[in-house]
């Protein structure tokens, strides 16, 4: 299935472990930048690893707090409105 992701960045909390980790890891397969969401450090490197390995040039942002990536995500959002904002 192409969901047409490449070039989208993909904020998936919880994702170190159980639906989070799967969701985060077919939205890489799809070409999507995934920021990598936990509560320590340790499983979200952990996790980062794990994808890493199991899907090729998959392209992960490892954030240990939530806030850390909401913060990329909406600047990589206001980047991408800004293209299409009217003056």
Same mark, same amino acid.
């Given at each position: 299935? /192409?969901? /047409?992701? @490449?070039?989208?960045? #993909?904020? %998936?909390?919880?994702?170190? #472990?159980?639906?989070?980790? #799967? ?15 936990? !509560?320590?450090?340790?499983?979200? !490197? ?5 994808? /890493?390995?199991? %899907?090729? /040039? #998959? @392209?992960?942002?490892?954030?240990? !707090? ?5 913060? %990329? ?15």
């Amino acid at each position: 299935m /192409d969901l /047409d992701l @490449k070039g989208k960045i #993909a904020l %998936v909390t919880g994702s170190t #472990a159980g639906i989070g980790f #799967a969701i985060a890891k077919r939205l890489a397969s799809e070409g999507a930048e995934v920021i990598v969401n936990g !509560r320590t450090e340790e499983r979200v !490197r952990e996790s980062v690893g794990k994808i /890493d390995q199991e %899907v090729s /040039d #998959a @392209k992960l942002r490892a954030s240990q !707090r939530i806030w850390e990536g909401l913060k %990329v995500a909406s600047e990589s959002w206001m980047k991408h409105a800004s293209r299409y904002s009217r003056e």
